[in-house]
């Protein structure tokens, strides 16, 4: 598993969602015989995750290591305990403005602060109703999160296929150990790119010119990488110091992914599919993504920049889930935040994902830019912080990619170019005329 890569999958998720949404709050709980007062318990049907004031975590155990649950009626007692809960939050902010990683870290490592412009909204935390809510409208009552999410569904269900020409922006800092460590520090990465996916057949395209500004690179001396799945076979070209081009076979390891994952690219490869609500957890769209955890629908309406929003909640198997949908935009969703708790190598995370602004493309609702800052803290003490900036300069909605020709590699790979087959490498290939024959 590489932590360190979206294109690689970032870090596996497989985690319990945190303890910090709006449920039964407790304040006392026996566990293998040791008792926590004054602490903040949320359950799901098969485990408690209690929030520890004075010991500044929180505990995920199974309902039967607890002997004793008391949850408290006291409204005061209760403010009391969530004012302090949003102080800690507040002092555990993401990229946005500073994150101190533990103080066991080496100095000269600190993470830095990333401001990229056009910063959207803070995110509300989960724990409380967000500053700024609105009157109920008038029909609210009407509304419910199934009837959000079926008209979110309804308008990805007539997507079926997309083109966008984007640039984005990925500024991460990363403390690493083990095998990872050599990934530590400092990188900015640049990217002017084209991707094309048919959701049909799951092929995609995705040409990418990348540069790193802060070590002098810049736009014209940019390194070019094109990644195509045919349906049947991926391909790889790479323009640079050191061009090469690869193919996995029909059937091989990389192909086997792509045709058992096909949204595989659209979450790894696209950061615009994270704006459409498509989180790299699963690989799932964000409808599919909830699955069949129970959904909570806030009463009130909340501001997001000039968008009047309905707010979900969801304990899902990938992490608690706060979502914003605005009505106005046939209920896109426009904000999203996940949080976990322990996975296989991080003990908490989380992803945050703002549109910046929106458009209207084919009649739907569709971001235009946004933001995706991500929080990773590892078991071993390390971290990962990730903050990228994307903007859709062109969004086109079911192309026709055979008149088209999206997915001919000649318009972006040399004629004549070399290439190998991955699970053969003696043998290498040469693109002729788009086609591959066997080199000379």
Not at 45 to 57: I, L
Not at 237 to 256: C, F
Request: proline share 6%; hydrophobic share 35%.
């Amino acid at each position: 598993m590489n932590a360190l890569s979206r294109s690689a999958g970032c870090v596996l998720m497989s985690a319990l969602a945190l303890a910090i949404s709006l449920a039964a709050w407790a304040d006392t709980i026996t566990v293998d015989g040791k008792r926590y007062e004054d602490v903040l318990v949320r359950e799901s049907p098969t485990r408690y995750y209690f929030w520890v004031p004075g010991e500044d975590r929180t505990i995920s155990i199974s309902k039967g290591q607890a002997s004793e649950v008391s949850f408290t009626t006291d409204l005061d007692e209760r403010n009391k305990l969530i004012e302090e809960w949003v102080a800690h939050q507040q002092n555990q902010k993401s990229c946005k403005t500073s994150i101190k990683p533990s103080q066991s870290t080496p100095p000269g490592t600190e993470p830095i602060v990333i401001k990229p412009p056009d910063t959207p909204p803070e995110f509300p935390t989960a724990a409380v109703a967000p500053a700024g809510a609105l009157p109920t409208p008038p029909g609210a009552a009407d509304i419910t999160a199934q009837t959000i999410i079926g008209a979110y569904a309804r308008l990805h269900d007539s997507i079926h296929g997309i083109t966008a020409h984007y640039n984005e922006t990925v500024s991460s800092h990363n403390q690493l150990h083990g095998q990872y460590a050599g990934a530590s520090g400092q990188v900015q990465v640049c990217h002017e790119a084209v991707f094309s996916l048919d959701l049909k057949t799951g092929r995609y395209l995705h040409a990418d010119y990348q540069w790193r500004p802060r070590e002098g690179q810049t736009r014209s001396g940019a390194q070019f990488i094109v990644k195509h799945w045919d349906g049947d076979s991926f391909y790889q070209y790479s323009a640079g110091k050191n061009p090469r081009g690869s193919i996995d076979r029909p059937g091989g390891p990389i192909a086997r992914e792509a045709k058992a994952h096909p949204l595989m690219s659209m979450c790894r490869n696209f950061a615009g599919g994270a704006l459409m609500g498509y989180p790299i957890q699963a690989e799932l769209r964000f409808d599919r993504f909830l699955g069949n955890a129970p959904l909570v629908l806030r009463p009130q309406t909340y501001a997001v920049g000039n968008l009047q929003c309905r707010v979900i909640e969801a304990d899902t198997r990938f992490g608690h889930v706060t979502a914003w949908f605005a009505p106005d935009c046939e209920y896109s969703l426009v904000q999203y935040a996940i949080l976990q708790g322990a996975g296989d190598t991080y003990r908490n995370a989380s992803v945050k994902v703002a549109i910046g602004d929106v458009q209207q493309v084919n009649g739907l609702w569709l971001p235009k830019s946004g933001r995706i800052t991500e929080d990773w803290r590892m078991l071993d003490g390390g971290f990962i912080l990730r903050d990228t900036t994307v903007r859709l300069d062109s969004l086109v909605i079911n192309p026709d990619f055979e008149v088209d020709h999206t997915f001919d590699l000649v318009q972006y790979v040399p004629n004549g170019s070399v290439w190998t087959y991955l699970d053969n490498q003696k043998v290498p290939l040469q693109f002729v005329n788009g086609q591959f024959v066997q080199a000379r």
